[in-house]
């Protein structure tokens, strides 16, 4: 593909062959004013319609840095928000190839009115059908807040830029590498970035994922992987290749995985249906984390996809950032545990103190908790906790008391015998117990009805 691919062929590359219906083709600029009747051109800077990508339905709209400098006026915007309206009724996600200028000044607030009808048209879509971002230009200012409404962002790495304020604009800036792709993923701002071709491919990868609309199923009947096999050494696995090796085939779709490293969060098959995975990582929680999987635990919650959360953690990390961030951020998560109706199975590796209750526990609403032999779940480290109990005590003798702590207040065991676990399996079974887990679970309702009286 060239580097500077048009707007039609970059939709023709991401779409199935021969799929893609233009719609609005000859929409023109209505406005004469500043001399802009000669530079009407059709399309008006923007190529909307639809198609399929892997044989699932998709609206799509690209904007041409080649005319108007994609610049988004009244007629380019109305486009747009039509195409919104016309995959709310379908029931179809939106795919949006951003490459613009920003608002077309000669249109003024024209544009600044068509600009807030797709702020509206998006906002009432979030929820309803799966929205997607690919920057492959700029998208400055207006564009880059159209872009933070979607649910899934991607940048090409080369051309791409994303900013709020124009890079020369910012004070004390020197150069334009914070609307450059690595420094927007690490700002949690995108979930991928790449090559053109990259992009084709992880895109096409997220529509095998995730379903079309919030009361679709995402489901691959076409996954012949076996649901009984054993994942030798899980117990001591890093998060993101835990979440792969329970995968169907091995294959995930991770999203933010440059922002808040604490966590992995990641879509992935079980026996074929589609599953979001929240894996921390071992490390001390940082609230960086927590923001990413509450806004994945959200976007699962909305769009009716079971939830598996792989708890590994020995608490709170212990900083001033965290201490501004942490406990209202933490507030959000609960919230998006708490009021979750999708199924939830959550497997323990380490749940220390109150970072380890706050990470899909039984109490949070969990409808099954597994652990493992080895597993600690602790109301803080034994150590500590020995330290506390027996100061005046020898280092040999607190020891000795850590160790005990552990067994009879620390072990998965002792969580087992007050109900906080469900079952205590094996490491290499946990892929054929969670099929199991979830195949029990589907078709889950939680029932809240009003009442005013209770039954006689």
């Known amino acids: 593909m060239d580097q500077r691919s048009s707007a039609r062929n970059r939709i023709e590359s991401l779409l199935d062959a021969h799929s893609f219906v233009e719609i609005g083709a000859l929409v023109r600029s209505r406005s004469t004013d500043f001399v802009q009747e000669g530079k009407k051109e059709a399309t008006d800077g923007v190529i909307c319609g639809y198609g399929s990508i892997s044989g699932k339905p998709v609206y799509v709209y690209a904007q041409d840095g080649n005319i108007l400098s994609g610049s988004l006026g009244e007629m380019h915007g109305k486009k747009i928000a039509q195409l919104y309206d016309m995959a709310l009724k379908m029931g179809a996600p939106v795919l949006e190839l951003l490459d613009s200028s920003g608002i077309r000044l000669e249109e003024a607030t024209d544009s600044l009115f068509a600009l807030s009808r797709i702020y509206e048209k998006k906002a009432k879509a979030k929820g309803l059908i799966p929205l997607y971002s690919v920057v492959y230009g700029q998208a400055g200012g207006a564009m880059a807040v159209l872009a933070s409404l979607s649910d899934f962002s991607f940048m090409e790495n080369k051309d791409g830029r994303l900013f709020l304020n124009a890079p020369d604009a910012v004070k004390g800036n020197k150069n334009d590498d914070f609307a450059k792709a690595k420094a927007q993923e690490e700002a949690g701002n995108l979930d991928f970035s790449g090559t053109e071709e990259e992009l084709i491919t992880e895109i096409r990868k997220a529509f095998s994922f995730l379903p079309a609309n919030n009361e679709d199923e995402a489901y691959n009947e076409d996954v012949e992987d076996n649901l009984n096999r054993a994942v030798d050494g899980f117990f001591t696995m890093p998060a993101r290749e835990a979440l792969s090796t329970l995968s169907d085939e091995g294959e995930i779709f991770e999203v933010r995985r440059a922002y808040g490293e604490g966590a992995v969060t990641a879509f992935l098959r079980l026996n074929g249906q589609t599953v979001g995975g929240i894996a921390t990582t071992g490390e001390a929680l940082h609230w960086k984390a927590v923001v990413k ?68 526990s039984k109490g949070l609403g969990a409808d099954l908790v597994f652990a493992y032999p080895e597993s600690e779940i602790s109301v803080m480290d034994a150590k500590l906790a020995a330290n506390i109990l027996y100061p005046e005590e020898s280092l040999d003798v607190r020891e000795e008391k850590a160790k005990i702590f552990l067994e009879e207040k620390g072990s998965a065991t002792s969580a087992a015998y007050r109900g906080y676990i469900d079952a205590i399996i094996l490491p290499e079974e946990t892929r054929q117990r969670v099929i199991s887990a979830f195949d029990m679970l589907y078709g889950k309702a939680n029932f809240d009805f009003h009442k005013k009286y209770g039954s006689i």
Do not use: Q, W
Not at 340 to 350: G, I
């Open 293 to 360: 999987m509450n806004r994945f635990l959200r976007f699962c919650n909305s769009f009716s996809i079971p939830v598996l959360t792989l708890c590994d953690t020995p608490g709170f990390e212990n900083c001033s950032c965290n201490e501004m961030h942490m406990t209202k951020e933490m507030g959000e998560l609960l919230s998006a545990y708490g009021n979750a109706s999708v199924p939830l199975v959550t497997l323990v590796k380490k749940a220390v103190g109150s970072a380890g209750a706050c990470l899909g």
